[in-house]
């Protein structure tokens, strides 16, 4: 059985849980309870805080878990950083208030920062060479400059809202977190074969979630330049039409390129461009 460490409630629960559906596991409902058993996979699941994912999976409690990059860092636990999940994506930044003269880090030299992290918050300042003084505060960190509290915060953002609503600006990102797979150093080998069978189902999912099917019409003479334009998973597939000199041709395209192809493809007189999402995509 390989027990893995999702979430109970919060920013990363529900995508964690989809990722598993996709996965093809079926997870008994969990009803606010500890675990969930499941159904079609040897497989355990944990809803836990997100705080204490990585311990528990450092302490080979759990094999697997989901946490955000961010609260991996912050902990500093042992264990393996398998693979970014494509979601839950944030930025550790600092921000101080909006009609503040400072700019950057090195400004910050002297003055107060309020943060839930204080270890990534320290490293950076050591590793900048800056001398400031960290004040710890578990939640509600914007409002620390406002009371009187602190200079500065050290604080995750995503749509910058928050910092706005609070009159602060954000002036450096430490870094960009979203959440990873991690897993325990020393699992037994009968459960890394069941974490390597979810990898393999995870890298399936994330390839098929970035790329599209396409399908398209276009005219024999043009061929050529349509396979440069779409090399597809090996090369495209190609049936002739029963308009004389035309061809359907069928392919993959990575979502990252996608409206670029799109152009390309018009350009070369491609028509009746079908796309559609991939549910599974095993390369
Ligand atoms: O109960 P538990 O301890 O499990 O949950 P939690 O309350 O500690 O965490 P939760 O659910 O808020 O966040 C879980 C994870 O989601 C974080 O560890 C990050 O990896 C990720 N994540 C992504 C975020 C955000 N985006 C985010 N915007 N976590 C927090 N925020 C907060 C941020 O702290 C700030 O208060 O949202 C506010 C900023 O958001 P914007 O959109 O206004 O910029
Ligand atoms: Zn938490």
Same mark, same amino acid.
């Given at each position: 059985?390989?027990?893995?460490?999702?979430?109970?409630?919060?920013?990363?629960?529900?995508?964690?849980?989809?990722?598993?559906?996709?996965?093809?596991?079926?997870?008994?409902?969990?009803? #606010?309870?500890?675990? *969930?058993?499941? =159904?079609?996979?040897?497989?355990?699941?944990?809803?836990?805080?997100?705080?204490?994912?990585?311990?528990? $999976?450092?302490?080979?409690? *759990?094999?697997? #878990? /989901? $946490? #955000?990059?961010?609260?991996?860092?912050?902990?500093? *636990?042992?264990?393996?950083?398998?693979?970014? @999940?494509?979601?839950?994506?944030?930025?550790?930044? @600092?921000?101080?208030?909006?009609?503040?003269?400072?700019?950057?880090?090195?400004?910050?030299?002297?003055?107060?920062?309020?943060?839930?992290?204080?270890?990534?918050?320290? %490293?950076?300042?050591?590793? %900048?060479?800056?001398?400031?003084?960290?004040?710890?505060?578990?939640?509600?960190?914007?409002?620390?400059? #406002?009371?009187? =509290?602190?200079?500065?915060?050290?604080? =995750?953002?995503?749509?910058?809202?928050?910092?706005?609503?609070?009159?602060?600006?954000?002036?450096?990102?430490?870094?960009?977190?979203?959440?990873?797979?991690?897993?325990?150093?020393?699992?037994?080998?009968?459960?890394?074969?069941?974490?390597?069978? =979810?990898?393999? %189902?995870?890298?399936?999912?994330?390839?098929?979630?970035?790329?599209?099917?396409?399908?398209?019409?276009?005219?024999?003479?043009?061929?050529?330049?349509?396979?440069?334009?779409?090399?597809?998973?090996?090369?495209?597939?190609?049936?002739?039409?029963?308009?004389?000199?035309?061809?359907?041709?069928?392919?993959?395209?990575?979502?990252?390129?996608?409206?670029?192809? /799109?152009?390309?493809?018009?350009?070369?007189?491609?028509?009746?461009?079908? $796309?559609?999402?991939?549910?599974?995509?095993?390369?």
């Amino acid at each position: 059985m390989l027990k893995i460490a999702i979430q109970k409630s919060g920013r990363l629960h529900d995508e964690s849980v989809s990722l598993l559906r996709e996965c093809g596991i079926r997870m008994n409902n969990n009803n #606010g309870q500890l675990k *969930a058993s499941v =159904l079609n996979f040897p497989m355990e699941v944990f809803f836990l805080r997100d705080d204490d994912i990585p311990q528990y $999976v450092a302490d080979g409690v *759990a094999d697997a #878990g /989901i $946490v #955000g990059e961010n609260i991996l860092r912050e902990k500093g *636990a042992h264990v393996d950083n398998v693979c970014k @999940l494509g979601f839950g994506q944030c930025r550790l930044s @600092l921000a101080v208030p909006r009609n503040s003269s400072f700019s950057s880090a090195d400004d910050l030299a002297g003055t107060r920062i309020a943060t839930s992290y204080p270890s990534t918050l320290s %490293r950076f300042l050591s590793r %900048r060479k800056i001398k400031a003084e960290i004040h710890v505060i578990s939640g509600s960190v914007e409002i620390a400059p #406002g009371i009187g =509290l602190s200079d500065a915060i050290c604080d =995750l953002v995503s749509s910058g809202s928050t910092l706005l609503t609070n009159g602060l600006k954000e002036i450096e990102v430490i870094f960009q977190s979203e959440a990873v797979l991690i897993a325990n150093k020393k699992s037994e080998q009968a459960q890394k074969d069941i974490f390597d069978k =979810l990898l393999f %189902r995870m890298h399936a999912v994330r390839n098929a979630r970035n790329n599209k099917y396409i399908m398209l019409n276009a005219p024999n003479e043009n061929l050529k330049e349509i396979f440069k334009v779409l090399p597809g998973l090996k090369s495209p597939t190609v049936v002739p039409l029963a308009t004389e000199g035309w061809s359907s041709v069928q392919s993959v395209v990575n979502e990252d390129v996608f409206w670029e192809v /799109i152009e390309k493809l018009k350009a070369l007189r491609a028509e009746g461009i079908l $796309v559609s999402p991939i549910e599974k995509m095993i390369v």
